[in-house]
């Protein structure tokens, strides 16, 4: 059962050929912390398919009557291939996420996704990271890129690097809005634990 913990809103913008994994643990994760998440679509028809062929149905999509980027707290960017050109090549997301970042506010993006953000400038002298396939794209753009680390935060921005770091990512999103006891709380119901190396 969702007991909401927060009053801030998060649209997790779902594009054909998306990967699903970084799109549906986020919604999962904040679900659990008790933060209002929904999946819209970047397309009028609200059935997507990801990347490996699994159908999701969204929440809403972007262009349904009423829709309003500004009704969210925070957008976030899934990857996959193809779904993040078909993100960037939605212009009235684009548009959203620059109005946003000239705001100060927050933004989150995995895998491919980052690069969108850097493409529209929004990484210059800001610390992120991506897969590690797309860092080249953050560095011709001037982010700070951090190759090593799994999730980067600076600021109003969150960034990742793939379907791995999926769980890492959407726990700095819970941390952004609810603190740590609220992503330790989470971590636990998940069994998430620093395993030990195998040997």
């Not at 999946?39 to 997507?48: D, I, L, N, S, Y």
């Not at 960017?77 to 193809?82: A, Q, S, T």
């Not at 493409?119 to 860092?135: D, K, V, Y």
């Amino acid at each position: 059962m969702f007991k909401q913990a927060s009053d801030a809103r998060v649209a997790v913008f779902v594009a054909s050929g998306l990967e699903e994994i970084e799109g549906l643990t986020v919604v999962d994760v904040l679900f659990r912390a008790g933060v209002p998440c929904d999946t819209v679509a970047v397309t009028p028809e609200r059935r997507v398919t990801s990347s490996h062929e699994v159908t999701i149905v969204c929440d809403r999509s972007i262009a349904d009557e009423g829709f309003s980027f500004d009704d969210y707290d925070m957008l976030v960017l899934p990857g996959g291939i193809p779904g993040t050109p078909n993100l960037r090549a939605c212009e009235p997301l684009c548009a959203a996420l620059t109005s946003f970042a000239a705001a100060g506010r927050p933004l989150a993006a995995i895998c491919a996704a980052p690069s969108i953000l850097a493409e529209l400038g929004i990484l210059e002298r800001r610390r992120a990271t991506s897969n590690p396939g797309f860092q080249h794209v953050l560095a011709e753009h001037g982010a700070d890129v951090r190759p090593d680390e799994p999730v980067v935060v600076d600021g109003n921005l969150i960034t990742s690097q793939g379907a791995g770091t999926a769980m890492a990512f959407g726990l700095e999103i819970v941390r952004h809005f609810l603190g740590d006891e609220a992503v330790e709380r989470v971590r636990a119901g998940v069994v998430l634990r620093d395993w030990p190396a195998a040997e």
